[in-house]
């Protein structure tokens, strides 16, 4: 803009009409240096008066016009230019001079910029990061075209129309005249006329977002490049395992095949690990024959003992394996051995809060009961005692876990599989001792963030049993993937500082968070891929609880209640113009307008909203790149109606209407609540399909993990259900225990299965209130004496963190 103004003033343009210019005031003389460059190659005014401040006469060449600045050469990107333009859009304050010689100056700059500059600025403004929301667009465009400008002169103000038809060749913008009553189009919706234009743009705009991906993200790969997986795999497998794909979807992506010869020691550990799992298995169905006969308890039990120690060398096994091949997990036979385990842990997590009487999951448990007796088959029938678990110490060892296995899942054939499954049945724990292991967690649409209440309880035992720190992301309600994943990212720069692996965990919209900071990092600077990568922090698993990274199918169902919603105001408005003056009409209509363009409309409406929808989500794993040796474990439920709370069933209805399925936990689909995307297929998200380890489908719906609060919506049918008594421990437990038992989460003490990582070195500073030394990563004061022995290894160490002080 600077070297514009140079221009303009060294009589490159030179204005006839001097006198006119020396007395305009600062408004009018910005619009008569203003729009000069890209306006007079056009010849088209675009001046509200009937002539032009003056002829312009220009000494460049319009063959220089054309050719220069393909790119851009402005200090303020599309981005940084739409942000400054909505806030001016979303100010209060209007009618001030200086926002509208602010808003001048900005289409003054990109007026300078080739036309792609500007179909990349009304790209942005729609959401931050330029996903394009076709509704923010539609909002903020409205409020552009009757961008007040009072302060200008009737002679000097712009006709914005005039404007952004020469920015969008082929585009006629339409006038809000024409729609009202009276009008040419007044039969006709002028919201859906700029919903129409804002969609174009976006269209327009696609080659812009494809080349801000390119310069502002790091790509690993290639479509075309191998695919990473377990070297153990061929590529005839993985058309096996990728067949609900269409056949022709793998054309030009090859499968990375490392070979290898049977007699390597990976081969080797492969068939050892798959003896020891069928070795297991044998002597837990003997085992399980025993229990029927002795009616034994499992640490009773002989046969049992044996069994256990057969699993546990078969887990050692497979750990084994994945420290010859970190990405031995994507292998089938892994992958089975994997969920039956994460399937063994959440029953033995149920188990233990009933027998510790935890929460209030008896109650839980024996109210599911009652009404799962009456509308379901493989649960303990009526006539017995309702009140089952209140006395869970006087019951059968297995018929306990058997009532528990029928109550909380709900496929059928997933319930009989776990029900024959001796790995369950055996209830086995992990070794005692820490993990070296963090959780940084991201909550769902409705969220205080980092002072959530989500799933305390179990995040406390969680702590005292097992010394997992959690660190929870400052997330906002209703916010967009970019906002979000920011705080994630901030949790996660928490994480590191403890020096320990960490996992994240998400729920519902925050696995969408989740997962877009994850490919934020991957695809970011050498600092925020050490973040995922570092010897001591990086990122070891996920998991994803009722993940909304798919979409779900209230957000074009509600896109689309809005646009009639609006549309049906539309025309109520105008058949109310025939009995209100037309200053009243005037107020409304810029009323309606700042209402849709503010910031609160912006942020939960476009912002938050937007993630549900399927764009949004295609958005996002189209340009996703994500870790191929982090494994994803995915908790999914089904509601019932003894197990929809009361202020869930318009939701619940809504949504069985819209998916023409009743599989789904009142907020998204069974079968998008998976950890790989669905409606999006390419390199990325086979590896993400290769992860995903998947999980069984529970009773339960997506309030499960919630307590406090949702209190204040409890009725007292959800009383009389115990609707929101769920069992907390399961959607954090099994995680996290089935990656510990495979070795993907070590051990901080000589339990770990696999190596054992170094203690976090500590930081040592001067208490100011006595004499003491206080550890920065530990946050204990010790005494001074000690503080020497705790500094002198790390002053000893030769490595390159220069940054303890003692």
Same mark, same amino acid.
């Given at each position: 803009l600077r070297q514009r103004r140079v221009i303009s003033n060294s009589s490159i343009y030179q204005a006839e009409n001097i006198e006119l210019y020396e007395n305009l005031s600062p408004a009018g003389r910005l619009a008569s240096q203003g729009d000069l460059v890209d306006f007079a190659k056009k010849k088209k005014s675009v001046f509200r008066g009937s002539k032009r401040p003056g002829k312009l006469r220009s000494i460049v060449s319009s063959s220089e016009l054309e050719e220069a600045f393909l790119v851009g050469d402005s200090l303020l990107g599309p981005e940084d230019v739409a942000i400054l333009l909505q806030a001016g859009l979303a100010s209060s304050m209007k009618g001030s001079t200086v926002v509208q010689l602010n808003q001048r100056m900005l289409l003054d700059l990109m007026a300078s910029q080739p036309r792609i500059f500007a179909v990349a600025v009304l790209a942005e403004i729609g959401t931050p990061g330029g996903d394009g929301n076709t509704r923010g667009l539609t909002s903020a465009l409205m409020a552009l075209l009757d961008l007040d400008q009072s302060s200008f002169?009737?002679?000097?103000?712009?006709?914005?129309?005039?404007?952004?038809?020469?920015?969008?060749?082929?585009?006629?913008? $339409?006038?809000?005249?024409?729609?009202?009553? &009276?009008?040419?189009?007044?039969?006709?919706?002028? +919201?859906?006329?700029?919903? &129409?234009?804002?969609?174009?743009?976006?269209?327009?705009?696609?080659? +812009?977002?494809?080349?801000?991906?390119?310069?502002?993200?790091?790509?690993?790969?290639?479509? @075309?490049?191998?695919? $990473?997986?377990?070297?153990?795999?061929?590529?005839?497998?993985?058309?096996?395992?990728?067949?609900?794909?269409?056949?022709?979807?793998?054309?030009?992506?090859?499968?990375?095949?490392?070979?290898?010869?049977?007699?390597?020691?990976?081969?080797?550990?492969?068939?050892?690990?798959?003896?020891?799992?069928?070795?297991?298995?044998?002597?837990?169905? @003997?085992?399980?024959?025993?229990?029927? #006969?002795?009616?034994?308890?499992?640490?009773?039990?002989?046969?049992?003992?044996?069994?256990?120690?057969?699993?546990?060398?078969?887990? @050692?096994?497979?750990?084994?394996?994945?420290?010859?091949?970190?990405?031995?997990?994507?292998?089938?036979?892994?992958?089975?051995?994997?969920?039956?385990?994460?399937?063994?842990?959440?029953?033995?997590?149920?188990?233990?809060?009933?027998?510790?009487?935890?929460?209030?999951?008896?109650?839980?448990? &024996?109210?599911?009961?009652?009404?799962?007796?009456?509308?379901?088959?493989?649960?303990?029938?009526?006539?017995?005692?309702?009140?089952?678990?209140?006395?869970?110490?006087?019951?059968? *060892?297995?018929?306990?876990?058997?009532?528990?296995?029928?109550?909380?899942?709900?496929?059928?054939?997933?319930?009989?599989?776990?029900?024959?499954?001796?790995?369950?049945?055996?209830?086995?724990?992990?070794?005692?001792?820490?993990?070296?292991?963090?959780?940084?967690?991201?909550?769902?649409?409705?969220?205080?963030?980092?002072?959530?209440?989500?799933?305390?309880?179990?995040?406390?035992?969680? @702590?005292? #049993?097992?010394?997992?720190?959690?660190?929870?992301?400052?997330?906002?309600?209703?916010?967009?993937? *970019?906002?979000?994943?920011?705080?994630?990212?901030?949790?996660?720069?928490?994480?590191?500082?403890?020096?320990?692996?960490?996992?994240?965990?998400?729920?519902?919209?925050?696995?969408?968070?989740?997962?877009?900071? *994850?490919?934020?990092?991957?695809?970011?600077?050498?600092?925020?891929?050490?973040?995922?990568?570092?010897?001591?922090?990086?990122?070891?698993?996920?998991?994803?609880?009722?993940?909304?990274?798919?979409?779900?199918?209230h957000g074009p169902a509600m896109e689309e209640k809005i646009h009639r919603l609006i549309v049906m105001c539309e025309q109520f408005f105008k058949y109310q113009q025939g009995y209100c003056s037309r200053a009243f009409i005037t107020f409304v209509l810029e009323t309606l307008t700042n209402l849709m363009d503010s910031a609160a409309f912006q942020k939960v409406l476009i912002g938050g909203g937007g993630t549900f929808l399927h764009q949004g989500s295609r958005a996002f794993w189209r340009e996703a790149q994500h870790m191929p040796s982090v494994p994803t474990c995915v908790l999914r439920g089904v509601l019932e109606e003894h197990t929809t709370p009361e202020s869930l069933q318009m939701l619940s209805n809504l949504l069985t209407k819209h998916a023409s399925s009743p599989l789904h936990d009142s907020q998204v689909h069974v079968y998008d609540a998976v950890g790989h995307p669905i409606y999006t297929l390419n390199r990325n998200s086979k590896i993400m399909k290769m992860t995903d380890m998947g999980g069984s489908i529970q009773r339960t719906h997506h309030w499960s993990p919630l307590s406090e609060e949702v209190k204040f919506l409890?009725?007292?049918?959800?009383?009389?259900?115990?609707?929101?008594?769920?069992?907390?421990?399961?959607?954090?437990? $099994?995680?996290?225990?089935?990656?510990?038992?495979?070795?993907?989460?070590?051990?901080?003490?000589?339990?770990?299965?696999?190596?054992?990582? #170094?203690?976090?070195?500590?930081?040592?500073?001067?208490?100011?209130?006595?004499?003491?030394?206080?550890?920065?990563?530990?946050?204990q004061a010790i005494n001074p004496t000690n503080a020497v022995d705790h500094a002198m290894p790390i002053l000893n160490r030769r490595d390159t963190d220069t940054s303890s002080k003692v």
């Open positions: 002169t009737e002679f000097h103000r712009l006709d914005m129309h005039e404007l952004l038809e020469s920015w969008l060749p082929g585009l006629k913008i $339409p006038r809000r005249e024409d729609y009202l009553a &009276g009008g040419r189009w007044a039969s006709q919706s002028y +919201y859906s006329a700029v919903f &129409g234009v804002a969609q174009n743009i976006l269209e327009d705009a696609e080659v +812009y977002l494809a080349f801000k991906g390119h310069i502002q993200r790091v790509r690993h790969n290639a479509e @075309k490049d191998p695919i $990473p997986t377990a070297k153990e795999i061929n590529s005839s497998s993985i058309q096996n395992n990728l067949s609900n794909a269409e056949s022709d979807d793998n054309i030009g992506i090859s499968i990375n095949v490392s070979s290898f010869s049977d007699s390597s020691k990976l081969t080797t550990a492969i068939k050892k690990a798959k003896k020891k799992i069928e070795e297991a298995d044998n002597e837990g169905a @003997k085992a399980i024959e025993s229990l029927k #006969e002795t009616k034994q308890t499992t640490k009773e039990c002989n046969a049992c003992a044996s069994a256990t120690k057969q699993y546990e060398n078969a887990f @050692k096994a497979c750990a084994d394996v994945l420290q010859l091949d970190k990405l031995s997990f994507h292998a089938d036979w892994f992958k089975r051995f994997y969920r039956r385990n994460y399937d063994a842990l959440m029953v033995k997590s149920v188990y233990d809060n009933v027998m510790n009487g935890d929460d209030e999951v008896r109650e839980w448990l &024996g109210k599911l009961r009652e009404a799962s007796t009456k509308n379901h088959e493989g649960s303990m029938e009526a006539d017995k005692n309702l009140s089952f678990f209140d006395e869970p110490n006087q019951l059968n *060892e297995q018929d306990l876990i058997l009532e528990i296995i029928n109550l909380i899942f709900f496929d059928k054939f997933e319930r009989e599989s776990i029900r024959q499954d001796p790995l369950v049945r055996l209830l086995i724990s992990n070794p005692p001792g820490n993990y070296n292991f963090t959780i940084v967690s991201a909550m769902g649409v409705i969220t205080e963030g980092s002072k959530g209440l989500e799933l305390e309880s179990a995040l406390k035992r969680l @702590k005292k #049993e097992r010394n997992v720190d959690t660190i929870r992301a400052d997330t906002g309600t209703a916010r967009s993937f *970019e906002y979000n994943a920011s705080k994630i990212e901030d949790a996660i720069e928490t994480a590191v500082q403890l020096n320990k692996p960490y996992g994240l965990l998400g729920y519902s919209q925050g696995c969408a968070n989740s997962l877009f900071c *994850e490919s934020r990092l991957n695809s970011g600077t050498p600092l925020q891929q050490s973040r995922l990568t570092s010897p001591n922090s990086y990122l070891v698993a996920r998991c994803l609880l009722f993940s909304a990274a798919n979409g779900s199918m409890e009725t007292q049918r959800d009383v009389d259900h115990g609707t929101f008594l769920c069992a907390k421990d399961r959607h954090v437990y $099994p995680w996290v225990d089935v990656n510990a038992r495979f070795g993907f989460i070590k051990y901080e003490d000589k339990t770990s299965i696999g190596n054992v990582k #170094e203690p976090a070195r500590s930081t040592f500073v001067r208490s100011d209130t006595d004499n003491s030394w206080i550890s920065l990563n530990q946050n």
